[in-house]
């Protein structure tokens, strides 16, 4: 089955130290996004790429770090430059003319 | 600043009426519009879209309908069901732009009774 599989589901960290979420696409499209979710807010962008070794910054990408060194795969780290980690975090992927965004299942990041 | 507000953080409504969900935007550059359905723990899923140049788009019992002068859409479920309980996010894109770059409201908890 295609889709998007984002590992790990919960994820700890102690302050201070860099973590890496997983995501990977077997869809064949061409973007993809992360986007952070807080309570009470909406999703927001935090990196995006539209093709392998080309990415852009979302509107927080501050304190995260990504690659695309794989057509299938877009991880991103967290850095300890980033002030307040824990949130639900999303990644994403579109076809290169869809607009319609086709999400994973989340990854549960909490700072301890 | 908000570009997509959804000022209804809650919608309660009982089975096999209608739901109404609201969404307002500020920036008239947006061009693409879409509802997704989001349950606890998991990513969200698209459930339908309206390109600006359309006023109303219809898809089952789900129905967006676009007013761009007031900047305003709503999605329309009806008749509403148990299942439809969820957090319902409008998203925006603007013009020109990335697909898949969307603009988040902050979304609405329909709660649907039996």
């Known amino acids: 089955d295609g889709g998007i599989t984002q590992s790990p589901k919960y994820l700890f960290r102690k302050e201070g130290q860099n973590v890496t979420l997983s995501c990977e696409q077997n869809l064949n499209h061409d973007a993809m996004y992360w986007y952070r979710q807080d309570p009470g807010q909406g999703l927001r962008l935090i990196y995006y790429?539209?093709?392998?070794?080309?990415?852009q910054k979302g509107d927080i990408a501050e304190g995260y770090s990504v690659s695309r060194e794989k057509k299938e795969s877009f991880p991103l780290t967290v850095t300890s430059a980033q002030k307040n980690p824990t949130a639900f975090y999303l990644c994403a992927s579109t076809p290169t003319r869809g607009a319609e965004a086709f999400f994973g299942q989340g990854t549960r990041l909490t700072v301890v | 600043d908000q570009q997509v507000k959804q000022n209804s953080p809650s919608l309660s409504v009982q089975e096999g009426r209608i739901s109404i969900l609201n969404c307002d935007y500020t920036n008239s550059m947006f061009d693409y519009f879409l509802w997704y359905k989001k349950y606890p723990a998991e990513g969200p899923t698209f459930l339908i879209s309206?390109?600006?140049?359309?006023d109303k788009n219809e898809d089952g019992r789900f129905t967006v309908f676009l007013n761009k002068s007031a900047k305003h859409l709503s999605l329309h479920i009806v008749p509403s069901q148990p299942g439809d309980s969820a957090v319902y996010f409008c998203a925006c894109i603007l013009g020109g732009t990335s697909y898949g770059k969307l603009t988040f409201g902050q979304g609405t908890i329909l709660t649907v009774h039996p």
């Open positions: 309206i390109s600006s140049i359309k």
């Open positions: 790429s539209q093709i392998v070794n080309d990415f």
